[in-house]
């Protein structure tokens, strides 16, 4: 075999341990709440015994003989002959440990050797054995395979077999005699064997004079990565469908080389082309991004391994339960936020979760409950992290932060208790009364910040004294191809990213003139009651000023860090998705931007990082910086509107007060009535080269006066995507987005409606999108 | 004609280890995951040789042997057990459920083949080991 086939099986066998390892982990977990069935202790028993016969077939000597001792034990506990006890699990678990060590330095040395010394845990496991029905007596171990030293390595002395059966390796069944097949000379004990007649000579024993090949091949180059994420499994169907668009996305190369040579250039044809080319790129980047995805479940599933150490560790009982494992992210992301939710279970172990006498005392079960739970929405993807522990003492925080100078005592006392708990993220900020040895390494919350800022998420804390914590995590579900908007300052374009995008004002004329107010200097803009400082792009990034002389104010307002700020801007272009490249390392250190994008133009824009560019010109700044007024009254609106929804009013004939959650629609948008195409009874425009069906929620809503159309001016469309397509729904005005805490009522309970809230002081009915679509005739609306 | 044997095994990596050894002396291979599986492909079409593990999910090695000789009927298709347990016990198990042999895992590349050559007398020409 040769050396790279040699490495080849070495990596399937690497990633396949791997995966078996977690199962069997998460299987001993069940084995020592005593509730591991049969077929959980078959699994677990296939697991070892597949990587022992593997690691013997390419020569792991180290892992088959540790295997082997795994093997016999586990043998014992699937067929009853032992009982599960506490020692068993945990040598087991340290089984686990020990196999991913050795398949580690095989995975970077090539070579089953570390450090580690097996023998104690082989002992115990034959300890272990005998603690069993003293009947049971180990399984002989089968000599090494490649015989370097012939048969030298059976360190265990194996125990004499059961009469009959000689120690060969293989043999042949006869069909009247049984006789034992007899070992073939000058093989140490043959590998094989036939049961068949007697008189058939012992099988020509494979030469034992031709030594094996080197089984154990030339250390493979160590692999930047671990095997295990260099491999990515990807459904068949996927595969074709991808194939399929390929070709598709060929036939449109062929098409768009044959219009580009043809001497008379039709506008038709050239935009036929190129809607088809939309499409088939639209598909294909859906499918190579499923390609990339990856449930949340494979990071999970090492978590409740981790919770019982750290839970054993401190003293804590701690069960773990999750919800959503199914939720897929891209790769990197899941890879990035591994570290981050360790050490946030980690916290909530030691911070969080009382201890047994604690809870007894508090009437709580002895037992703690950490859940994680994971959901898309709109996007992103939210990962919380719940425990129903002692909760965050906030008068703590406030006097650790005071003790540690990280604020003024009286600025202490002046936070809001929001801001007190987001002290937690603060750098060197540590409330555990003694530095544990699970958490308080050097590292806290703050770099589980970090870390998922970087990858343009972020990080919530909720808590209540005595109930629990719940840290809320969002996070982008890939960061290769992201929707943004396009706007223009000084001259140039920049791409802003849709997830730090909370609105667009636009102020004219007069409005405009009055807008800007002054708090210490520094500009603000009154938004619905709440000052939003101010951010002036041209002059942040020292440009040369923009045009001033139409008198409009275009602001884009932002949310960086849990306060929004308002980006003034010379003009917005429009939403695209963008292909994000990194900066060049001249370009790395300057926080204002989180990278680069070509535009259709073929054009580089530079992307803004609004937590960047916020902190650049200090408008979100050190907790107890200036502007302190305007940032209270921040946090409240950030606060206020963390507990509640963000939603999107609007009015049809006859109903004046309709709502529905902001996330539901994509975007917002004007339609020229002449644009409208219609087909009998439908109505649709052309929408960024797809096709858009019209839906008037007056007229299912059944208003009154629905038919007559109020304005001649431009349709006010919501537009809003479920799963592949787009449908607008048209409304008479969109009147304001607010946040509110929304509690539904049945109120006017009507078709299409979901319910009924007070928003702003009057009864708001709630539009149900899918209810109408499905009303509509659109039977895929399974997003809503 | 080149033979054709059936790899049952849920090891992946044994099972390509297998299928590696047999294709490289000349012989075709089908791989099924378990027993059910190796059920389905004996149905869909005829094998040569069976070579299977014991102990896989769904269906172990024993019954799947005990069901292929039904369904084999009076076949005279080989079926080798491979397997790391050398006890008796199921050495017997599979030889009364109508196994032909038996190799034990880990085996040698060269092992295997001889005993293939063995059991499928012509089916590998010029044996590529020994």
Same mark, same amino acid.
């Given at each position: 075999?040769?050396?790279?086939?040699?490495?080849?099986? /070495?990596?399937?066998?690497?990633?396949?341990?791997?995966?078996?390892?977690?199962?069997?982990?998460?299987?001993?977990?069940?084995?020592?709440?005593?509730?591991?069935?049969?077929?959980?202790?078959?699994?677990?028993?296939?697991?070892?015994?597949?990587?022992?016969?593997?690691?013997?077939?390419?020569?792991?000597?180290?892992?088959?003989?540790?295997?082997?001792?795994? !093997?016999?034990?586990?043998?014992?506990?699937?067929?009853?002959?032992?009982?599960?006890?506490?020692?068993?699990?945990?040598?087991?678990?340290?089984?686990?440990?020990?196999?991913?060590?050795?398949?580690?330095?095989? *995975?970077?040395?090539?070579?089953?050797?570390?450090?580690?010394?097996?023998?104690?845990?082989?002992?115990? &496991?034959?300890?272990?054995?005998?603690?069993?029905?003293?009947?049971?007596?180990?399984?002989?171990?089968?000599?090494?395979?490649?015989?370097?030293?012939?048969? /030298?390595?059976?360190? !265990?002395?194996?125990?004499?077999?059961?009469?009959?059966?000689?120690?060969?390796?293989?043999?042949?069944?006869?069909?009247?005699?049984?006789?034992?097949?007899?070992?073939?000379?000058? !093989?140490?004990?043959?590998?094989?064997?036939?049961?068949?007649?007697?008189?058939?000579?012992?099988?020509?024993?494979?030469?034992?004079?031709?030594?094996?090949?080197?089984?154990?091949?030339?250390?493979?180059?160590?692999?930047?990565?671990?095997?295990?994420?260099?491999?990515?499994?990807?459904?068949?169907?996927?595969?074709?469908?991808?194939?399929?668009?390929?070709?598709?996305?060929?036939?449109?190369?062929?098409? $768009?080389?044959?219009?580009? +040579?043809?001497?008379?250039?039709?506008?038709?044809?050239?935009?036929?082309?190129?809607?088809?080319?939309?499409?088939?790129?639209? %598909?294909?980047?859906?499918?190579?991004?499923?390609?990339?995805?990856?449930? #949340?479940?494979?990071?999970?599933?090492? &978590?409740?391994?981790? /919770?019982?150490?750290?839970?054993?560790?401190?003293?804590?009982?701690?069960?773990?339960?999750?919800?959503?494992?199914?939720?897929?992210?891209?790769?990197?992301?899941?890879?990035?936020?591994?570290?981050?939710?360790?050490?946030?279970?980690?916290?909530?172990?030691?911070?969080? #979760? *009382?201890?047994?006498?604690?809870? =007894?005392?508090?009437?709580?079960?002895?037992?703690?409950?950490? $859940?994680?739970? =994971?959901?898309?929405?709109?996007?992103?993807?939210?990962?919380?992290?719940?425990?129903?522990?002692?909760?965050?003492?906030?008068?703590?925080?406030?006097?650790?932060?005071?003790?540690?100078?990280?604020?003024?005592?009286?600025?202490?006392?002046?936070?809001?208790?929001?801001?007190?708990?987001?002290?937690?993220?603060?750098?060197?900020?540590?409330?555990?009364?003694?530095?544990?040895?699970?958490?308080?390494?050097?590292?806290?919350?703050?770099?589980?910040?970090?870390?998922?800022?970087?990858?343009?998420?972020?990080?919530?804390?909720?808590?209540?004294?005595?109930?629990?914590?719940?840290?809320?995590?969002? #996070?982008?579900?890939?960061?290769?191809?992201?929707?943004?908007?396009?706007?223009?300052?000084?001259?140039?374009?920049?791409?802003?990213?849709?997830?730090?995008?909370?609105?667009?004002?636009?102020?004219?004329?007069?409005? =405009?003139?009055?807008?800007?107010?002054?708090?210490?200097?520094?500009?603000? &803009?009154?938004?619905?009651?709440?000052?939003?400082?101010?951010?002036?792009?041209?002059?942040?990034?020292?440009?040369?000023?923009?045009?001033?002389?139409?008198?409009? $104010?275009?602001?884009?307002?932002?949310?960086?860090?849990?306060?929004?700020?308002?980006?003034?801007?010379?003009?917005?272009?429009?939403?695209?998705?963008?292909?994000?490249?990194?900066?060049?390392? +001249?370009?790395?250190?300057?926080?204002?931007?989180?990278?680069?994008?070509?535009?259709?133009?073929?054009?580089?824009?530079?992307?803004?990082?609004?937590?960047?560019?916020?902190?650049?010109?200090?408008?979100?700044?050190?907790?107890?910086?200036?502007?302190?007024?305007?940032?209270?009254?921040?946090?409240?609106?950030?606060?206020?509107?963390?507990?509640?929804?963000?939603?999107?009013?609007?009015?049809?004939?006859?109903?004046?007060?309709?709502?529905?959650?902001?996330?539901?629609?994509?975007?917002? =948008?004007?339609?020229?009535?002449?644009?409208?195409?219609?087909?009998?009874?439908? %109505?649709?425009?052309?929408?960024?080269?797809?096709?858009?069906?019209?839906?008037?929620?007056?007229?299912?809503?059944?208003?009154?006066?629905?038919?007559?159309?109020?304005?001649?001016?431009?349709?006010?469309?919501?537009?809003?995507?479920?799963?592949?397509?787009?449908?607008?729904?048209?409304?008479?005005?969109?009147?304001?987005?607010?946040?509110?805490? @929304?509690?539904?009522?049945?109120?006017?309970?009507?078709?299409?409606?979901?319910?009924?809230?007070?928003? +702003?002081?009057?009864?708001?009915?709630?539009?149900?999108?899918?209810?109408?679509?499905?009303?509509?005739?659109?039977?895929?609306?399974?997003?809503? | 004609?080149?033979?054709? #044997?059936?790899?049952?095994?849920?090891?992946?990596?044994?099972?390509?280890?297998?299928?590696?050894? $047999?294709?490289?002396?000349?012989?075709?291979? @089908?791989?099924?995951?378990?027993?059910? *599986?190796?059920?389905?492909?004996?149905?869909?079409?005829?094998?040569?040789?069976?070579?299977?593990? /014991?102990?896989?999910?769904?269906?172990?090695?024993?019954?799947?042997?005990?069901?292929?000789?039904?369904?084999?009927?009076?076949?005279?298709?080989?079926?080798?057990?491979?397997?790391?347990?050398?006890?008796?016990?199921?050495?017997?198990?599979?030889?009364?459920?109508?196994?032909?042999?038996?190799?034990?895992?880990?085996?040698?590349?060269?092992?295997?083949?001889? @005993?293939?050559?063995?059991?499928?007398?012509?089916?590998?020409?010029?044996?590529?080991?020994?």
């Amino acid at each position: 075999m040769s050396q790279e086939l040699q490495q080849q099986f /070495v990596r399937d066998m690497l990633a396949e341990s791997y995966e078996g390892l977690d199962r069997f982990d998460r299987a001993i977990l069940v084995l020592e709440q005593g509730a591991a069935d049969a077929e959980t202790l078959n699994d677990i028993f296939r697991v070892v015994h597949s990587l022992k016969g593997t690691a013997g077939c390419l020569g792991f000597q180290r892992i088959e003989k540790l295997t082997h001792a795994g !093997e016999s034990l586990l043998d014992l506990l699937r067929t009853g002959r032992l009982t599960p006890s506490q020692p068993i699990a945990s040598a087991l678990l340290r089984l686990s440990d020990n196999l991913r060590r050795l398949l580690g330095s095989v *995975e970077s040395t090539g070579a089953d050797r570390n450090d580690d010394e097996h023998q104690p845990l082989i002992d115990e &496991f034959t300890a272990l054995r005998s603690g069993g029905v003293p009947v049971s007596s180990p399984l002989p171990m089968p000599p090494p395979v490649p015989p370097a030293p012939p048969a /030298v390595a059976t360190a !265990e002395p194996a125990p004499a077999p059961a009469p009959g059966a000689t120690p060969t390796t293989w043999g042949i069944f006869d069909e009247s005699a049984p006789a034992p097949v007899p070992a073939a000379p000058g !093989e140490p004990a043959a590998s094989w064997g036939l049961f068949e007649s007697a008189t058939t000579p012992p099988p020509p024993a494979a030469s034992p004079a031709t030594p094996a090949p080197a089984a154990t091949a030339a250390p493979a180059a160590p692999a930047a990565s671990s095997v295990a994420a260099s491999t990515v499994r990807v459904d068949v169907s996927l595969l074709d469908k991808l194939m399929n668009l390929v070709g598709e996305l060929v036939l449109t190369r062929n098409q $768009l080389t044959q219009v580009s +040579q043809s001497r008379h250039l039709r506008a038709e044809t050239v935009s036929s082309v190129s809607q088809r080319l939309n499409l088939v790129t639209t %598909e294909l980047q859906e499918g190579i991004m499923k390609t990339r995805m990856q449930p #949340i479940g494979t990071i999970w599933s090492k &978590f409740p391994r981790i /919770v019982r150490d750290i839970a054993h560790d401190l003293g804590k009982q701690v069960r773990l339960e999750t919800v959503g494992a199914d939720t897929e992210l891209d790769r990197t992301i899941i890879e990035s936020i591994r570290d981050p939710l360790t050490h946030i279970i980690r916290n909530s172990i030691d911070h969080g #979760i *009382e201890s047994p006498a604690g809870r =007894a005392a508090a009437g709580k079960p002895a037992e703690g409950l950490i $859940l994680m739970r =994971a959901h898309h929405e709109g996007g992103q993807v939210n990962i919380e992290i719940v425990d129903d522990g002692g909760g965050i003492n906030l008068a703590r925080v406030r006097q650790k932060a005071a003790e540690k100078g990280l604020l003024a005592p009286d600025a202490a006392a002046r936070l809001t208790d929001r801001e007190v708990l987001n002290l937690i993220f603060h750098p060197g900020f540590s409330t555990a009364e003694k530095v544990t040895n699970v958490s308080g390494r050097g590292v806290g919350m703050d770099v589980v910040k970090t870390n998922i800022e970087k990858i343009g998420g972020s990080v919530d804390v909720q808590s209540s004294a005595g109930a629990g914590t719940t840290l809320k995590i969002k #996070i982008p579900l890939t960061l290769a191809i992201v929707p943004a908007l396009i706007v223009r300052a000084g001259g140039e374009r920049f791409a802003i990213p849709q997830v730090s995008l909370l609105e667009l004002v636009r102020l004219e004329g007069e409005a =405009a003139q009055k807008a800007l107010e002054k708090v210490y200097d520094a500009p603000v &803009f009154r938004l619905r009651g709440n000052l939003l400082p101010l951010v002036f792009l041209d002059r942040e990034l020292k440009l040369p000023s923009g045009t001033d002389g139409d008198g409009i $104010l275009n602001i884009v307002v932002l949310q960086a860090d849990q306060r929004s700020f308002g980006l003034v801007v010379d003009e917005v272009c429009d939403t695209e998705e963008i292909v994000v490249k990194p900066l060049g390392k +001249q370009l790395k250190g300057l926080p204002m931007y989180a990278g680069a994008t070509i535009m259709g133009d073929g054009r580089v824009a530079l992307i803004l990082d609004a937590l960047g560019l916020a902190q650049h010109s200090r408008v979100v700044s050190q907790t107890q910086d200036r502007g302190h007024a305007a940032g209270t009254l921040d946090a409240a609106a950030a606060s206020a509107a963390a507990s509640s929804s963000q939603l999107l009013l609007f009015r049809v004939p006859g109903r004046d007060h309709l709502a529905l959650p902001l996330d539901q629609a994509a975007r917002l =948008a004007e339609i020229e009535t002449s644009t409208v195409e219609r087909t009998g009874a439908r %109505e649709a425009v052309q929408y960024r080269g797809r096709i858009m069906p019209l839906v008037h929620v007056g007229r299912l809503l059944g208003g009154a006066a629905a038919d007559t159309p109020s304005a001649t001016g431009p349709l006010q469309v919501i537009v809003y995507s479920h799963s592949d397509h787009v449908v607008g729904l048209v409304v008479d005005e969109i009147c304001d987005i607010v946040s509110a805490a @929304v509690e539904l009522q049945p109120g006017t309970a009507a078709p299409g409606i979901k319910g009924s809230a007070i928003i +702003q002081g009057k009864i708001t009915d709630f539009v149900d999108v899918g209810g109408i679509l499905r009303t509509a005739g659109f039977p895929a609306a399974r997003a809503a | 004609m080149k033979r054709t #044997i059936l790899a049952v095994d849920d090891a992946l990596t044994m099972r390509k280890l297998v299928s590696f050894t $047999l294709r490289s002396a000349g012989l075709e291979v @089908v791989e099924a995951a378990d027993g059910v *599986e190796g059920l389905a492909v004996l149905r869909s079409r005829p094998v040569d040789l069976i070579i299977s593990d /014991v102990n896989m999910p769904r269906m172990d090695g024993i019954e799947f042997t005990r069901q292929a000789r039904q369904l084999l009927g009076g076949r005279p298709v080989p079926i080798l057990i491979l397997t790391t347990e050398s006890d008796l016990t199921k050495k017997n198990d599979a030889r009364t459920a109508g196994a032909t042999g038996w190799i034990v895992k880990p085996f040698k590349q060269e092992q295997l083949i001889a @005993v293939v050559a063995r059991v499928l007398p012509g089916s590998i020409a010029a044996p590529a080991a020994a």
